[in-house]
């Protein structure tokens, strides 16, 4: 049995990743492979409640850092690696991208601090795809004051997500063979015509 694939879908919060998540499950049905759809931070029951602390208490950033990668453990270690070792895809909303993201980009934690740790949870560990909404902020800005109650991060200023975009799109540009970059400004036709040959590329 080949080990399965670990796919992850990252952007800023009103990017519109989530509608996608769906889309690319059943496109891996389709091909047959069993799939596991998985949240961060989350995804087990402890990473769960992390998440619960995490996206509503208030806390100091290296405290939300070290939550997040300690999400990360439990969901690596009791969902994605057993899984991608019994043959199943792995499709995650969001990942480690995020960390870089949100508590480097974001909240100015070093890059050092954050690939620290990184390595100490993932080795050497990488998706084998990501795939990185993008828009502009002011698009970003009016979905997610379209959407429902804000949680902590949703509650941030417009220049905190101007830098977390920043921090994608650096992400994206030293590692263009990973993370894919996709205009999320386009119809949900088109972007799953681009999703659909991405997903092939990989098989
Ligand atoms: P999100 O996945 O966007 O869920 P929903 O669509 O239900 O709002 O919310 C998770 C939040 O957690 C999001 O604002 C980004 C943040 N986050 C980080 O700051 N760092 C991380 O490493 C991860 C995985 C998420």
Redesign the pocket.
Known sequence: MNPGKFITLDGV?GAG??THLDFVAAWLREQGKEVVVT???GGTPLGESL?EL??HRDMDPDT?LLL??A??QEHLARLIWPALARGAWVVS????D??Y???CG?RGISVERIAALETWVQRDFQPDLTLLFDVPSDVAEARRSA?RAA????READSFFNRVRTAYLARAQADPKRIQVLDARQTIEMLQADIGKLLQGLQ
């Open positions: 919060d990743k989530s949240r961060e931070p998440r995490l996206l939300e997040m990668f999400a990360r909303d969001r990942f480690t995020a960390s993201a949100y508590q974001g959407a949680d902590r991060f949703e």
